[in-house]
Nanobody
Framework: QVQLVESGGGLVQAGGSLRLSCVASGIIRNINAMRWYRQGPGKQRELVAVITNGGTTNYADSVKGRFTISGDNAKNTVSLQMNSLKPEDTAVYYC?????????????WGQGTQVTVSS
């Protein structure tokens, strides 16, 4: 069984920064991709950023230039550095990893961490 645990959420003023981290544990043979999603109040969950095991990154337009995703496959960790935060970034942030534990790849999710940006 693979488990993902996030940390780093909190309350910050607009313009501030936060860094989220997520570590995976369990039987992990390979990680294909690591992602961060978020779900704001009354909104659908949306993809924020993704990094592949080859190091390719992609971001939602709303966070480009402000957020940076980084991953360490050797340590099974992914981080999201969030700068110049805006009130509209307020959401529960979830990490997601596409992991091969045995023979197939499956998606695993963290429990979510709250990020609140005050104006």
């Amino acid at each position: 069984q693979v488990q993902l645990v996030e940390s780093g959420g909190g309350l910050v003023q607009a313009g501030g920064s936060l860094r989220l981290s997520c570590v995976a544990s369990g039987i992990i043979r390979n990680i294909n991709a690591m992602r961060w999603y978020r779900q704001g109040p009354g909104k659908q969950r949306e993809l924020v950023a993704v990094i592949t095991n080859g190091g390719t990154t992609n971001y939602a337009d709303s966070v480009k230039g402000r957020f940076t995703i980084s991953g360490d496959n050797a340590k099974n960790t992914v981080s999201l550095q969030m700068n110049s935060l805006k009130p509209e970034d307020t959401a529960v942030y979830y990490c997601n990893m596409n992991v091969r534990a045995a023979y197939v790849y499956s998606d695993y999710w963290g429990q979510g961490t709250q990020v609140t940006v005050s104006s």
